[in-house]
Each structure stands twice: as structure tokens, then as C-alpha cells.
């Protein structure tokens, strides 16, 4: 069965429905933006929202199971999802997605000559996430630039949002150039203050 990815991608929060109809709750939702999850066997991950997980579980185990194209055409993968919880006062947007684990063999590809040479640390997706910062380096980068900086191929889009992108921003290493809309087809990326300390960290230890 296929591992899914989930990704809270944004939360509406309906402020005059709350003082009009909710009781006073605290820690109401503890869910935020960019948080993820993997569900593997189409099961529950730990720690997701139950309230949550029932609205999404049936598409959840379809993709596990390698069905998807929702809806005749819904979504621009067809093999993904964006399903909203149940919760009538602070909904959250999940983005739902088959994912594969990448090829290692194919990473050696990737590299840029011009960054500094890192020994691989214990797993690639670590690797992956130092070459993202080394290419970020100070400045704030679209896609395609990112593509060209880390030696990729144009075609390679999904790959670099999948294995690059999405750990890194889910690691606080990395945030969104215009937050309000990280669906912007022109989105471009940033190091936090977490990533450039690893910046720094990585810029001592190359060759």
C-alpha cells in the first residue's frame, strides 16, 4: 500500500460564529500550518486529530490503496486530495497525497559543484534538506531558481516539493516569501531564523 502525506495547509477561523454560538474552549485546535503527518496501511498517524481523521480517512485509504482521481478530474494530481476537518468554527484545509519514497541513486544528480561538498548524515532526506538550505542561502528563491541552484531538471518540480520543499518547511528550516498565499503560482522560498543557523552550521563543515 501507498504512504500518504498530510499536510495542514490553512486554517479559517470564523471569529463572529465563535462569539456567537461556541462555549469558551481552550487549546480548541492545536493544529498549524505546514504541520505533517504519514499515514502508512491507511492507518491513523499518531498525534492527527481524531475529529480530523474521520473526515478524511476514506480518501486516506483510497490513495493507500493506489485509487484516486477523485471526482472525475478533481484535483491536478490525481493521485491527492484537499479535505477540510469538521469543525464548523476554525476549519483546516488537509492536503492529502500518495507518496513514493524516492531513489536514492538518483541523488547524486542533484548536486551543485559550486556548493560546498557535505558528507551525507544518516538518511537522505537529512542530505536533501541541507542542500535545500545551502541553495536558499540568504536570499528568496522560486521554484525554478531553486531547480537551477540545486542542479535539477525543470521537469523535476514535484520531486523538489516532495523531497526538498515540503520536509524543510515542516522542519522550520524554511517559510513561505508570501505567507498569505502559498498557493501563489510565483511563491518563492526563505530560510527562518532556524534555517540559517543551520546555514551557518553547514557553511563551517563543507570543504
Known amino acids: ?23 469558551p474552549i481552550e487549546h480548541a485546535c492545536t493544529v498549524h500550518e505546514g504541520q505533517q503527518w504519514i499515514a502508512i496501511d491507511g492507518r491513523c498517524p499518531e498525534g492527527l486529530c481524531a475529529a480530523a481523521w474521520e473526515t478524511m480517512r476514506p480518501f486516506v485509504e483510497s490513495l493507500a490503496r493506489g485509487k484516486g482521481n477523485f471526482y472525475d478530474g478533481w484535483m491536478r494530481n490525481p493521485m491527492s486530495a484537499m479535505i477540510s476537518c469538521n469543525d464548523g468554527f476554525r476549519p483546516v484545509s488537509f492536503y492529502l ?88 503560482p510565483e511563491q518563492a522560498y526563505k530560510l527562518t531564523a532556524k534555517g540559517l543557523e543551520l546555514l551557518a552550521k553547514l557553511k563551517e563543515k563543507g570543504e
Open 1 to 23: 500500500m501507498n504512504k500518504v502525506r498530510i499536510t495542514a495547509m490553512r486554517q479559517t477561523v470564523y471569529t463572529d460564529l465563535m462569539e456567537q454560538f461556541e462555549n
Open 97 to 184: 497525497e500518495a507518496i513514493e519514497e524516492p531513489k536514492t541513486s538518483t541523488l547524486t544528480d542533484t548536486v551543485n559543484p559550486q556548493q560546498p561538498k557535505l558528507k551525507r548524515m544518516r538518511g537522505d532526506a537529512e542530505w536533501r534538506v541541507q542542500q535545500l538550505v545551502l541553495a536558499l542561502g540568504k536570499q528568496s528563491l522560486p521554484r525554478m531558481q531553486i531547480l537551477a541552484e540545486l542542479g535539477m531538471k525543470q521537469g523535476s518540480r514535484r520531486s523538489l516539493i516532495d523531497h526538498y520543499i515540503r520536509p524543510a518547511y515542516a522542519q522550520g528550516y524554511i517559510a513561505f516569501a508570501y505567507p498569505s498565499s502559498p498557493n501563489k
